[in-house]
């Protein structure tokens, strides 16, 4: 089921970066991440409550607050760099480009969090290196 949820992620999120080029058009790209952001609080507090999930609140613990927040805040600062890279750039150099993020968490999961470096993955990471800068160049 979690490939099937990845697909929609990459669905959604190369709609992100069509839909955020039109939308940081003539304004501040740190505007644009702002409203973008409201707009995602909304939503995203709305399907909690719809789901029931909003009761799970007081059972969070320290250790996941603190690693949501560090999440939010490198959410934060990737998106207030992508909003304007996207608005300099070329959606079609920047958005891959970003992806660059793909190798990056493979290496932090690797040192971090155990998760082990198959010649599957490396050869994977590398050919999207490769793939990257060719169309990023």
């Given at each position: 089921?979690?490939?099937?949820y ?5 669905v959604?999120?190369a709609?992100?970066a ?9 304004i501040n790209?740190n ?7 409201i ?29 949501l927040?560090l ?7 990737s ?16 958005a ?18 155990g ?23």
């Amino acid at each position: 089921m979690w490939i099937f949820y990845a697909g929609l992620s990459a669905v959604f999120a190369a709609l992100v970066a069509i839909f955020a080029k039109v939308g940081v058009q003539n304004i501040n790209s740190n505007l644009a991440v702002a409203i973008r952001t409201i707009v995602i609080l909304m939503f995203t507090w709305g399907v909690v409550f719809a789901f029931g999930a909003h009761k799970q609140i007081p059972h969070i613990s320290a250790k996941n607050w603190i690693f949501l927040t560090l999440s939010a805040l490198a959410t934060a600062l990737s998106w207030l760099c992508y909003y304007r890279a996207l608005q300099l750039g070329d959606v079609s150099r920047v958005a891959p480009l970003s992806k660059l993020s793909i190798i990056i968490t493979i290496a932090i999961a690797a040192a971090f969090l155990g998760e082990t470096l198959t010649l599957k993955v490396v050869i994977g990471a590398l050919l999207i290196l490769a793939g990257t800068l060719l169309i990023a160049m």
